[in-house]
């Protein structure tokens, strides 16, 4: 099945509630984690599935380990979210997270879940919200320890031809902490998204 | 006419409190609000006795920083939480549900909290499920088990239990590339029972694979803990000793014969004697490789067998090579 592109106009809304979304998240966030939070301006991109390894690589921008936990949301809008770490650049999360005494392997892979959850929640509430979609989501879970980011997903286990993603960075100020937020929609549940866009276009 | 909901909420309300998979509600003040049949199974206070008090004096065991992290996110984030057993194996310390076939210790459990809206968009109550996953943790445990032991054979070899080949060329490489960078000290030993083809054709086969075992068990009696010794071909065994030199091996070596020479295997109604020659060599820097130490063994073990068997060979430099009688047999 060949994506229909998003129009003009359901291009320009995505933006704008994505950036209005991500504003919302990143305000959230420094609530909960009591720190300021940068992020980048959220970019919106149409993959083909072949240029898949080439495109995580170019995200990233390096050959660094990292570590990636993925989650399913569902409901009106579905997909996964894949949250990238620098794999060193974690430990600094468990201090802020409130797990200070036990470090061991498995409190450290519970910190990068609740912290991939609330990203991940931050950002996609808010574009539920502003589309009136309902959003449930799945637990985290790991998909890769210590990878390289064109490693991550290859095209042959894929079980789509075009996706949608919507990719931001986050970064917490005075830490040494950096991560990738992406938002992945399969082509099927694009036409949804589109229909969604289409009823808030039409509401304005 | 009554909304589909109205007629459904006697339902509703059965099946939240009977449903196998624990319910309770907590709000922003952290008290809890609805505790399902199976939270008061399991943690043995009724509904009755939690609901409008705060949770965490109702549970002064709970893992409190955690939970309340997990409850922020909802408040604040209008945002799902979770926990998994994988990570965090429970929160409640559950009896498990298995009191006659046993193998765990505690309930192990997945935990999802979701926030609920209320008519303002504001969430002020947190539902919380419980799901029991102690049998896909004691699935996960057995396939672990399994893993392990199946990674365990395939270094072992079938007939005697010892290691093989493939694991004594790893750790030969290994223990090597170790010796040379750090400049440790380390010896081969090759061991080869005599006449081995005889004890075949002699008694049989079957007769031969009991030498092999009795023999196997009785070198890994004599060894000591970082010793490593495997059955290198048919009749050949092979005994890594790191930390050792030429000396401590050939004392090793003298014991293993001695110990052989001594010992009848039983077969059947008969009794096998058998005796064993033994090839040492100790690494030096001129070997670049880890076969050049191997290859210095069997030269050396070549060399036992040439001065009439059940004795030790040692090469104790590429040029010169020592023949030293052991127990009862003759040296040169």
New interface residues.
Partial sequence: MKLQSLTADQTDTLQEIVNIAMGQAGDSLARVLDCFVNLSVPRIKLIEVAQISTHMAKLVKSDMPITAVRQSFYDDLSGEAITLFSTDGYHDLSELMGYQNDLDPNTEKEVLFDVSNILVGACLNGIAEQLNANLSFSAPSLIAENTTASALLTPESLPWDYALQVEVNFSLEKRNFMSHLIIMMAEDAVDSLKRSLDAFLEAV | MSSPEASLAPFLGTVVDRINIGIFIINTRMEIVLWNHFMEVNSGKTADEVVGRNIFECFPELPR??V???I??VF?????????W???PYLFKFRHNRPVTGGVEHMYQ?Y?FIPIKNED?EVEHACVTLVDVTDTAIYQKMLKEALESLAEASHRDGLTGIYNRHHLEESFAREFSRARRYGGTMSLVMLDIDLFKSINDTFGHLAGDEVLRSTSKQLGALLRQTDILGRYGGEEFALLLPETNLNGAQILAERILQQVAETTVPYNDITIQVTISAGIAQYHEGMLRHEDLIKAADDALYQAKENGRNCICCAQAPDEVTVKGAGGGSSS
């Fill in positions: 920083n955690v309340e992290n997990k922020k996110g604040i984030l209008k945002n799902f939480a979770f926990s998994s994988e990570q965090r997945d999802t968009g």
